[in-house]
């Protein structure tokens, strides 16, 4: 158990301190889908907590994304603070974001939350084109400042992907961790049955508003580091509904039940329109000319994923075990049938 | 123990409980009968807090508990079972019971994420408890798989060892030999027995007659909302009338 969990480990690590190399010297190409990937693992892990573990489907992740983005560079950009000073207060504005949107949202059940989440992530997306004084409206939010220290600036891709991914590498170990804890089996007893839930003596309600607003933490902080982390500018259209159903796919992809598997689904995702680039080049159309194909394509293998592997990636490679093909088979048949 | 007074609830017009008072006393094992929608597992939901009735209150030892949410009651000693099991399907068998030992609950979300000595010591705590329920209700052999794989006996026996595993002062069984067969209901009431030699006073719904009378100390009998009988299970088998305007002739067992 210890031995395979290390080994894991060291081949997860070793994977993520290579890529870089490999893309950049190896394949001579861009290091901008691996860094995105680092972002996609936060978002997609954080979720698969809230969806796969407590089975609460909230289709507005990509809204908590957003609140950290722009909270840490509205601060950055029009009160000049640091990023040391930017990335945690801007997690700090995700969490009490998390607290006043999962309070209300929370008491509602299956569908109804669903589209309470999307409608809040929709509306959060307006805000961000609206409240142009502050956010910069739909141009959005440029020129903002990478992270600085002592004399180093943080400037090269090499070293946004390497501050990314150590965060996402925590992320995954801390969740994992959760996910086993005597609190991860709370979320899987909710998951299962609510009521029942209640009398073994969970505070269902409670336990539910925790892990929304620590899975909004994660979306937030890492909302901050893309500020500081990636394009140096931010827009609306970035934190779209079309990015959360984009995170759904990816733990959906990854078996819904399981940490690893959204990480997996995660990078298969964010490299998927990379792969369709490729694919384009060899038959020699520019695929990446039609309009929305990644959106298309996401789609079909979200299908395709629920038709055919509820149990997600791992399942194909003959890793979960029957116990979990049958969780994510029931989590499936419970979004249809409230 | 536990005291109900004057408790009324109706669902739209349909009066389910009409001024139903009754009281269960510290080590006692009480039976509940009376023919389908006589408002037994409505009494039961007003009990545990998953409905809050019209009017008239709870007590459980002398502290009103009318209007509190199910998992306070839970907390409080008041453990329930449920007709159709309901155990959870995304937890292993052990893990099932697992999360209903109480000292769990100590260990929230940072102490599940960063692990320190007590946490490992709490956690280690509950798995051996929780085997111990398990071996209790011999479902050992068992314990790591997916409660789905279970028959319907063995579930109902997780749901058992989940509800003793909270360490109850009163536990409250809605049907617990519902869809068993012989042996399986042999093995039932031989642990409905044990636990409540445990000192657990223990509050049944019951269809099985026989087994009813068998381990009851005291029944109280429903009927359209109102208890129209209360008494031993000497007292309840000599009023034939009764039992047979209800149930029926066909019950041998009564006979």
Known sequence: MRKTFLLKWAVFIGVVLTAPFIFEYLLSYSLEPILQAGFFVMLSVSLALLVGLAGQISLGHAAFFGIGAYAAAILAVKFNLSPFLTIPVGTLIGAVAGFLIGYPVLKLKSYYLSLATLGVGMAIQEFFKAADPLTGGEIGLYNLPNIKLGGFEFSSSFSHYYIVWSFALLTVFFCEFLSRSPFGSRLRAIHSDEEAAECVGIDVFKTKLKIFIFSSVIAAFAGTLFTHCSYGSIEPGEFSVTLSIKIITMVVIGGMYSIYGAVIGAVVISLLPELIRLIGSFASIDLTQVTHIEDVIFGIVLVIFIIFTPGGILKIRGESNNAADKRSFSSLRRVNSP | MLQIREVFHRFGGLIA???????????????????????????????????????????????????????????????????????????????????????????????????????????????????????????????EKSPDSLTFGQQRLLGIARAIALRPKMLLLDEPSAGLNQDETIILSEVIRKIHLKGVTIFIIEHDIGMLLDLAQRIIVLDRGKKIMEGTPEKIRGEKSVIEAYFGKKRKCLV
């Not at chain 2, 006393?25 to 009480?30: A, F």
């Not at chain 2, 199910?70 to 697992?98: A, S």
């Open chain 2, 17 to 143: 409980l009409n001024n139903v008072s009754l009281e269960i006393n510290q080590g006692e094992l009480v039976g509940l009968m009376g023919p389908n929608g006589a408002g037994k597992t409505t009494l039961f939901n007003i009990i545990t807090g998953f409905i809050s009735p019209v009017s008239g209150s709870v007590y459980l030892e002398g502290e009103e508990i009318t209007h509190l949410s199910p998992h306070v009651i839970t907390q409080k000693g008041l453990v329930r079972t449920f007709q159709d099991v309901r155990v959870f399907e995304h937890l292993t068998v052990v893990e099932n019971v697992e999360v209903a030992i109480p000292e769990g609950r100590g260990i929230g979300l940072l102490g599940g994420i960063f692990s320190t000595l007590k946490t490992k010591f709490i956690k280690e705590f509950v798995k051996e408890k929780a085997m111990e329920y398990i071996r209790m209700v011999g479902l050992s052999s068992v314990a």
